[in-house]
T-cell receptor
Framework: DQQVKQNSPSLSVQEGRISILNCDYT??????FLWYKKYPAEGPTFLIS?????DKNEDGRFTVFLNKSAKHLSLHIVPSQPGDSAVYFC???????????FGTGTRLKVLA | NAGVTQTPKFQVLKTGQSMTLQCAQD?????MYWYRQDPGMGLRLIYY???????DKGEVPNGYNVSRLNKREFSLRLESAAPSQTSVYFC??????????????FGPGTRLTVL
């Protein structure tokens, strides 16, 4: 049972346009969500998070939206830059626990 | 600060061989984790250590053992490697989770191939 799903394995976007990466979850116990970015041959690095009591969190070019009723979150990158080309993982977690459940990732390619 | 370091970076084993993957962090974090990443599977938690002296199973612990040697170091051991353990292994660390999220910091990974 995949508790966190990223149904788009890959996405290509033109430089300067918006990138929208989607994530769905099934576990109602998750109360915060995180996005990680991963470049080839490197470990994942934290990008942005959101608590379940919020529906939006913004950090510079990155915004995460949470729709609890739909159990859906999305990461918006505006404007997209070639350096954003990477694999993006979303993860769900329950506060006070140690386990992050990761999705399978979406490979974003930003075309110059 | 080096953050989270892992050794080795690459390893090739034959079926049945054993090896230990090493991980160390210099951020004074209490919690440490071992993940594996396989194509189409995302990152899956193998074992974690909430604090020095404790270890617990994650999603996919079979075929692995861990040791939390001290606060800095957390090793992952494969006693008898199998081809199904071919993967990229990541170590991570964080503060003890509280009421809010605690970002996990990842090492660069160890690419393991079992023939």
């Amino acid at each position: 049972d995949q508790q966190v799903k990223q149904n788009s394995p890959s996405l290509s976007v033109q430089e300067g346009r918006i990138s929208i990466l989607n994530c769905d979850y099934t576990n109602s116990m998750f109360d915060y969500f995180l996005w990680y970015k991963k470049y080839p041959a490197e470990g994942p690095t934290f990008l942005i998070s959101i608590s379940s009591i919020k529906d939006k969190n913004e950090d510079g070019r990155f915004t995460v939206f949470l729709n609890k009723s739909a159990k859906h979150l999305s990461l918006h990158i505006v404007p997209s830059q070639p350096g954003d080309s990477a694999v993006y993982f979303c993860a769900g977690a329950t506060s006070g626990t140690y386990k992050y459940i990761f999705g399978t990732g979406t490979r974003l390619k930003v075309l110059a | 600060n080096a953050g989270v370091t892992q050794t080795p970076k690459f390893q090739v084993l034959k079926t049945g061989q054993s090896m230990t993957l090493q991980c160390a962090q210099d951020m004074n974090h209490n919690s440490m984790y071992w993940y594996r990443q396989d194509p189409g599977m995302g990152l899956r938690l193998i074992y974690y250590s909430a604090s020095e002296g404790t270890t617990d199973k994650g999603e996919v612990p079979n075929g692995y053992n861990v040791s939390r040697l001290n606060k800095r170091e957390f090793s992952l051991r494969l006693e008898s490697a199998a081809p199904s353990q071919t993967s990229v292994y990541f170590c991570a660390s964080s503060e003890i989770p509280g009421l809010t999220y605690n970002e996990q910091f990842f090492g660069p990974g160890t690419r393991l191939t079992v023939l």
